[in-house]
């Protein structure tokens, strides 16, 4: 893991540990215990100024911070987390009973979100599947290249690494920034575009009609 704008690599952030797994796929070892302490230890701790941090949706970067019951729960789930919550309920309350004390779910809360606004800086998560808003990727893309190229002649995989890193300069991480700043722009001009061209449906319950034709 690494984080890093358009002045570089954030110093003193990088992590790589040595999988456990050995299908090729690292997410078995990334997980939200590591990614939080990640976070807490090496880049809170390590950001100059407040900051905008930018985080996809993965599984390891949303733990939520109030677990909220499931339609899968069973009864005995749900009386249990409703004590938690110090929640009175009967033993002879059904499920849909319990379920309308419970009421509504506030709006979701992560763990990792908590941390990063308790530490004076701001959290923007990207839309699902939205990959190319995140100047990061190209990055990777571009470490990842020099590794490939150069794993054969250098052979150890920890000084590979840190040889692809360290050949991705402050002026390329400027590029991709820029680069991804202008796709985002594009896109929402887009978005604005196909707004202003959808015509609303307007409901007029003072007339015959069901529907007006009125802009």
């Known amino acids: 893991m690494h984080a890093g704008s358009a002045k570089g690599f954030v110093r003193n952030s990088s992590l ?32 100059e100024e407040p900051s905008i941090i930018i985080i996809d949706n993965a599984s390891y970067h949303s733990r939520d911070a109030n677990p909220w019951p499931t339609t899968s729960w069973k009864k005995n789930q749900l009386q249990e987390w409703m004590k938690h919550k110090n929640i009175d309920y009967l033993p002879t309350e059904t499920m849909a009973q319990l379920r ?26 990207l839309p699902p599947y939205h990959c190319q808003f995140n100047a990061i990727e190209m990055v990777w893309s571009e470490a990842k290249r020099y590794y490939d190229k150069h794993i054969g ?9 840190d040889a ?6 402050e002026q390329h ?43």
């Open 16 to 47: 790589i540990f040595k999988s456990k797994q050995k299908t090729g796929d690292y997410h078995g070892d990334m997980n939200s215990e590591n990614f939080e302490r990640w976070i807490k230890e090496s880049l809170l701790t390590s950001l």
């Open 100 to 125: 309308q004390k419970i009421g509504q779910r506030p709006d979701k809360k992560y763990v990792v979100d908590n941390m990063i606004l308790e530490a004076g800086h701001e959290v923007l998560r």
């Open 153 to 161: 002649r250098l052979k150890d995989p920890l000084v590979c690494w």
């Open 164 to 169: 692809a890193l360290n050949s991705v300069t």
């Open 173 to 215: 991480w400027y590029n991709y920034v820029s680069h991804t700043d202008k796709i985002i722009r594009e896109s929402w001009e887009k978005e604005k575009g196909i707004m202003a061209v959808t015509e609303p449906l307007i409901i007029n319950l003072d007339s015959d009609c069901s529907f007006s034709d009125t802009d």
